[in-house]
């Protein structure tokens, strides 16, 4: 296999990619508002449902609120700050004004292929904001904290029925310089043409990954070494999840995840 990495600005924009937690003050000028919000529009869209909205947060008693839910300060210095949203909302009132019944047992926006669809569209929309963001030489931190209280979120943001949120996208002009963070070996991501028989082969490189991401500084703890990705991944297999039940907060959303 060739390894070698071909490079241009774009390529290099997403390799050197990480995330910003700590932003310099001061608005982001129209242009950028602009240019960030079309590169997001320009995303693919699973059957061009374009079922997906973001909402670009700047009250800052509002930021405050939210920085409240993730439990993370930071959210609220972010000089531009947006929470995308899986929005079937939209699609079903266009469809209703057609004489489409959301009531009707033909109607499918409010299903569990269309909410987890959307949700991609919504990650596609956000991950092109955020390339285009550090290509202007900005920073940014992808939140899924926000996730804490989905309902305290649907409250603060006004979200109508058949929308559900799906993740923050904090940006701003870095100020603070983290180090690349390790990515596994590409061999324990990239199988060809089926998925590895035997975790032994799958696991293979994984001893050194862990040394690997045990030596990775991470400025949010300076004070001790990070864990080893191994750790890391048994913490969290039975991390609570705190009222975290998708199935419960999309139902009141409007959602039925059941069909
Ligand atoms: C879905 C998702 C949710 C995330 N949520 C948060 C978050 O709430 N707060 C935060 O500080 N970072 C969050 N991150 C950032 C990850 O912690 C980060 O991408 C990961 O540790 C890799 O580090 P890097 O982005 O610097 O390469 C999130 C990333 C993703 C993809």
Redesign the pocket.
């Known amino acids: 296999m060739n390894e070698q990495i071909i490079h241009n600005p774009v390529i290099d924009t997403l390799l050197d ?3 910003i ?1 700590a932003f310099k003050p001061g608005p982001l000028g129209d242009d950028v508002v602009a240019t960030l919000e079309r590169v997001a529009q320009q995303a693919p869209s699973s059957q061009y449902l374009n079922d997906w909205s973001a909402i670009r947060v700047a009250d800052p008693a509002l930021k405050e609120r939210l920085a409240a839910i ?1 439990g ?1 300060p930071y959210i609220a210095t972010a000089p531009l700050l947006y929470v995308f949203v899986a929005d079937e909302h939209r699609n079903t009132a266009i469809a209703a004004a057609k004489g489409v019944d959301p009531a009707g047992d033909a109607f499918t926006l409010d299903g569990s292929y269309r909410f987890s669809q959307a949700q991609n569209d919504a990650v596609l929309a956000l991950h092109a904001m955020e390339t285009a963001a550090y290509s202007l030489g900005l920073g940014c ?5 926000l996730l804490n209280d989905v309902d305290g979120l649907v409250d603060a943001l006004g979200l109508p029925a058949l929308t559900y949120p799906v ?1 923050g996208l904090a940006i701003g002009e870095p100020d603070q310089e ?1 180090a ?2 390790p990515r596994m070996p590409r061999t324990m991501q990239f199988f060809e043409d089926a998925y590895p028989a035997d975790d032994a082969s799958l696991l293979a490189g994984l001893p050194a990954f862990d040394e690997e991401v045990h030596r990775y500084y991470d400025l949010r703890n300076t004070d001790r070494p990070v864990d080893a990705f191994s750790d890391q991944i048994a913490a969290n297999a039975v991390a609570p999840m705190n009222g975290r039940v998708v199935r419960d907060s999309a139902a009141r959303q409007g959602f039925h995840l059941d069909r």
């Open positions: 990619r990480r995330s937690r993730g993370q931190v992808v939140l899924g904290s993740l983290p690349l963070k």
